[in-house]
Each structure stands twice: as C-alpha cells, then as structure tokens.
C-alpha cells in the first residue's frame, strides 16, 4: 500500500536556525516520484521539487535542500537560515508512474519561524 | 497563462443544498481529479479521470459526484451537503511525461457546510 507518513505535525525555529522536515514514504512500485509542496497562509500549494525514484542525489536549491534516501525510504527536506516567509505547511508526497494520477499526501508539517 | 482554474473560491452552503465545484484546465492533460484537504490530513483524493468520458473513485469519493465531458472540464457535484463535506478542495491536472509524472493544482475552493 502507499503511504507518505510526516511524523512532525509542527516546528517553531527562531530565523536563521536551520530546520529539518522529515518525510517517509511506502510503496510496491520500483518507479515513483516524490514531491514537496509549500502551502503558506493564502492557501495555494507552490511546487517545490520532484524526485525521481531511480535519482539519489541530493538537491539544493539556494536555502532548501533535499536528502533521498532509498535505503530508509525517506525524503527529507532541509530549509538553511530559516525566514519569516518559510513560515507555511509543507507536504510531502508520492507518485507511482504506473497510476501517476494519483497522489499521494502526507499529513504535513507546519512550520513557524518567528523573529 | 491560466493552469488549472476552479470555481468558486469560497461558498457557504446549507445542509441538503446542492453545488458544483468547476475546474477547467488549458494545458491539454488528459488526467484530471479532486482532492479535499482537510485539518491534520494532508489531501485526499476523491475522484479522479483519465480522459473525457471516463472517471473512477478515489479514496473518499461518497458524496460526490463527477463527469468529464470534455479534456478541459472536470466539475464536482455535491449533491445533498453536509456539514462534514466542510473542507477545502483543490482540483489538479497532471500528466505523465519523460522526466516523470508532474500535477498542477488549482488556487483551492473553500466549502462550508453549515
């Protein structure tokens, strides 16, 4: 059965702290794609990263980071220097490319970053 | 420019009424579907379409009805509200391509049922 499973139901860091969100998921099928979504305040989901099931490296894009990791089925996401703006919801989740129209959420994690 | 566009964003509804949520997409995919968020449970899928004509149940799909006559259009109908269909909902619209699958949400409706 698939399952994307996000144990932290909220973080509050002071800015500039570094903060972890942890994400990991359940799957039979050897091809899947993984996802981070960021919902802020206003409501709307902002795609933030694919991953692909056969692609391990890891991804930084400016003060976000992505750490796959096959072998404990994890796909966690790391925000550096944290700010204001990060405070939001973020969601993780799975895509199996045999039924890819079907998504598959965490429950999500809410972030606050405070001054 | 538009994506996936639904409508309304908000509603207040009465229990036993009856609306349907539009959603239109200009991208040309051929996989539409519904999820509802709610508190502490991230999205969940309730309808979803594989192409104009064809529709098939998701994870919650009671109380719902849908159709797809068109690729562009992909309504939600809840036929007889009630107060625990209170939720937001967001239609999506994805396809599977070279570098893997990719969706496209749209802004989100907020649903009251009261």
């Known amino acids: 059965a698939q399952k994307v499973t996000q144990a932290q139901t909220e973080i509050s860091v002071v800015e500039k702290e570094d903060v972890t969100l942890d994400c990991v998921y359940e799957t039979r099928d050897t091809t899947y794609y993984l996802f981070w979504y960021k919902q802020p305040p206003s409501g709307e989901l902002v795609f933030l990263i694919r991953r692909n099931s056969f692609d391990e490296q890891n991804e930084i894009s400016g003060r976000y980071s992505w750490n796959f990791q096959k072998s404990t089925s994890s796909f966690n996401f790391t925000i550096t220097a944290s700010q204001v703006v990060d405070s939001a919801v973020y969601f993780c989740?799975?895509?199996?490319?045999?039924?890819?129209?079907?998504?598959?959420f965490g429950s999500g994690t809410k972030l606050n970053v405070k001054p | 420019n538009a994506g996936v566009t639904q409508t309304p964003k908000f509603q207040v509804l009465k229990t036993g009424q009856s609306m349907t949520l539009q959603c239109a997409q200009d991208?040309?995919?051929?996989?539409m579907s519904w999820y509802r968020q709610d508190p502490g449970m991230g999205l969940r899928l309730i309808h979803y379409?594989?192409?104009?004509?064809?529709?098939d149940q998701g994870e919650v799909p009671n109380g719902y009805n849908v159709s797809r006559s068109t690729t562009e259009d992909f309504p939600l109908r809840l036929l007889s509200a009630a107060p625990s269909q209170t939720s937001v909902y967001f239609c999506?619209?994805?396809?599977?391509?070279?570098?893997?699958?990719?969706?496209?949400f749209g802004e989100g409706s907020w649903l009251t049922v009261v």
């Open positions: 989740a799975l895509s199996e490319r045999d039924n890819f129209n079907k998504f598959y």
């Open positions: 379409s594989v192409g104009a004509g064809i529709t």
């Open positions: 999506a619209s994805s396809y599977s391509g070279d570098t893997g699958n990719t969706i496209y």
């Open positions: 991208m040309n995919h051929e996989y």
